[in-house]
């Protein structure tokens, strides 16, 4: 676990930050990859078909910081506590990240104080991590361009650090940021509000320097 005033490392759900724009916005095969095996998957197939959806997993490295397991170990075991639902009852189809057994399998298994937040307005973040935690905000993915209308809340998570130098906004690593700026960004309250869904997980040892 890392301590409250370290910097949190900033990770990607791809293994090629550097390609992260061309695999979400250009239309990538996330297969072409050339450093998929450092996520762990098993083959550039099983890469492609998870790595989109590895948001949370992403933001579970970053706060276990050096040393945490790889994408597809930290996928493994939340499939196991069922985070993740991809098999025959799902018809195939991966869904997730599932709140509930996501808290479990990061409390049981890597010792995190994971709080499930079903409903969490902007001011409880900022309570929470004045509290000194860290929070896995559910967001649009097209929170990389705030200078847009927010196409709408939720389906992508995002980990919140800090609150900005001026207080009234929040600092954040996007697992899917196609640029610097965009993976480790600072927003205000209000412009974070219009794509965030209301709900997360909070988790110990948020840094305060975001």
């Not at 479990?104 to 994971?114: F, I, K, N, P, Q």
Request: hydrophobic share 40%; aromatic share 8%.
């Amino acid at each position: 676990m890392t301590c409250r005033t370290c910097r949190v490392p900033v990770l990607t759900q791809f293994a090629s930050p550097d390609l992260v724009g061309a695999i979400v916005e250009g239309g990538l095969d996330p297969a072409g990859d050339p450093r998929w095996p450092d996520s762990g998957a098993e083959s550039p197939a099983e890469y492609a078909r998870w790595s989109g959806h590895l948001c949370g997993m992403a933001c579970l490295r970053m706060t276990l910081g050096p040393g945490a397991p790889s994408l597809f170990a930290l996928r493994d075991g939340a499939l196991r506590y069922g985070a993740y639902t991809d098999g025959a009852d799902s018809d195939g189809v991966i869904k997730g990240l599932v709140y509930a057994p996501f808290a479990r399998y990061a409390s049981e298994v890597h010792g995190l104080d994971a709080v499930v937040h079903r409903e969490l307005s902007p001011a409880g973040i900022l309570e929470l991590l004045d509290e000194g935690r860290r929070v896995m905000a559910s967001v649009h993915f097209g929170i990389r361009h705030p200078q847009q209308p927010a196409p709408g809340r939720g389906g992508h998570l995002v980990l919140l650090t800090s609150r900005t130098a001026d207080g009234g906004g929040v600092h954040f690593h996007n697992p899917s940021g196609t640029s610097a700026a965009t993976r480790a960004a600072g927003l205000p309250l209000p412009v974070f509000e219009r794509f965030f869904a209301g709900r997360g997980v909070s988790l110990p040892g948020g840094a305060r320097n975001g």
